[in-house]
């Protein structure tokens, strides 16, 4: 069975610009939430999607946005780039009971 | 709010020793789950143990088992024979079983493990 995949897996983007970014969860799995990682913060939850809806949003700001497919896929979205923004941004698939299963995470560097 | 702690930012084992890393966790929910994640220097974030609160029984993978104290709501996790491979920052995580609040884990700040040869 596959793993989650994140792409890209590095990404270097410039203050004010907008990126992207996919995760595809294992198959079967219809909950896919997000997180970012970094050393001053740990890890925070961003938000999760199921079955194409947004369940669950953490506390970041409105230029953080994501959406999911009927595929289960799922991207997110940071609009208006800030150098506090660099971070590893993790996606995690939810299985049926409760286990999250990680990506590789994209890391994300904004100059 | 739920809130996840680990008191250890780093911890050190000899290798073939046991080491216990502690977690504690504060919620107002009966129905959860807790977990044990590796994070090696790779950054993949790999489950370790998973503990559904219901379950009196603490639960054991291998080498890998955990200290459940639900009244207490500590969760800590022991590393039998310790291997240089187990290296890795460990978080202790919590996810509520409240279908609202199901994809949403709170993690702690982490523990640095190293293993000494």
């Known amino acids: 069975k596959a793993g989650v995949t994140q792409t890209p897996r590095y990404l270097i983007k410039t203050r004010g610009q907008q990126v992207t970014l996919s995760c595809s969860p294992i198959s079967g799995h219809r909950s896919v939430s997000w997180y970012q990682q970094t050393p001053g913060q740990g890890l925070q939850f961003l938000f999760e999607y199921f079955s194409e809806t947004q369940r669950n949003k953490g506390n970041f700001p409105g230029r953080f946005s994501g959406r999911q497919f009927s595929n289960s896929r799922s991207e997110m979205n940071v609009s208006t780039l800030e150098l506090g923004d660099s971070a590893l941004y993790l996606c995690a698939s939810l299985s049926q009971v409760g286990e999250a299963f990680f990506g590789q995470g994209t890391r994300l560097t904004v100059v | 709010a739920q809130t996840v702690t680990q008191s250890q930012p780093e911890m050190s084992v000899q290798e073939a020793e046991t080491v216990t890393l502690s977690c504690t966790y504060d919620?107002?929910?009966?129905?959860?789950?807790l977990f044990w994640y590796k994070q090696p220097p790779s950054r993949q974030m790999i489950l370790v143990i998973r503990?559904?609160?219901?379950?009196?029984q603490n639960a054991t993978e291998n080498r890998f088992s955990v200290n459940f104290q639900k009244a207490a709501k500590s969760f800590s996790l022991k590393i039998s024979d310790s291997q240089l491979g187990d290296a890795a920052m460990y978080f202790c995580?919590?996810?509520?079983?409240?279908?609202?609040?199901?994809?949403?884990?709170?993690f702690g700040d982490g523990t640095t493990l190293t293993v000494k040869p």
């Open positions: 503990q559904e609160a219901y379950k009196q």
């Open positions: 995580a919590y996810r509520s079983r409240v279908n609202t609040n199901a994809g949403k884990s709170t």
């Open positions: 919620t107002s929910e009966s129905d959860y789950y």
